[in-house]
């Protein structure tokens, strides 16, 4: 997977969580863990 591909995967996946770039990035590379309560405010309307 090309490095754009990647890029568009992440901002993609920040955009549609509501969670900052950053912290897509470093969920994917395991460097930060997915609080539940995290996504739960997220998805509230």
Known sequence: MSTQLR???MFQMAEETGLTNVYVA????RQAQ????TLSTRASP
């Open 7 to 9: 890029l568009a995967f």
């Open 26 to 29: 470093q969920l994917l590379k």
């Open 34 to 37: 997915l609080n539940p309560q």
